[in-house]
């Protein structure tokens, strides 16, 4: 079983900056996918971006070039790099974790990006 455990959610101002940063544990198969996913109230969970063990990023399309995604296979984490927030960007941001035999949860933290 793995054990997904985020940080680095908070309270930013447009235009800020904020970095997530999910660690796994456990027994983990390679190759994996790790990524992020977000969920707006009364909106459905979305894919924000991921990273698969070998090295490959996928991004939704809307967030290319404010978002960056990045692995370390030495540490099983990964790391969201937020740039340019928008209020639109609130969200509770989940830590996901996809192999052959698993897939993972963390438990959300929470982006709020307001004046």
């Known amino acids: 079983q793995v054990h997904l455990v985020e940080s680095g959610g908070g309270l930013v101002q447009p235009g800020g900056s904020l970095r997530l940063s999910c660690a796994a544990s456990?027994?983990?198969?390679?190759?994996?996918?790790m990524g992020w996913y977000r969920q707006a109230p009364g909106k459905q969970r979305e894919l924000v971006a991921s990273?698969?063990?070998?090295?490959?990023?996928n991004y939704a399309d809307s967030l290319k070039g404010r978002f960056t995604i990045s692995g370390d296979n030495a540490k099983n984490t990964v790391i969201l790099q937020m740039n340019s927030l928008k209020p639109e960007d609130t969200a509770v941001y989940y830590c996901n974790l996809r192999s052959m035999f698993d897939t993972s949860w963390g438990q959300g933290t929470q982006v709020t990006v307001s004046s």
């Open positions: 456990g027994r983990l198969f390679r190759p994996y996918t």
């Open positions: 990273v698969t063990s070998n090295g490959n990023t």
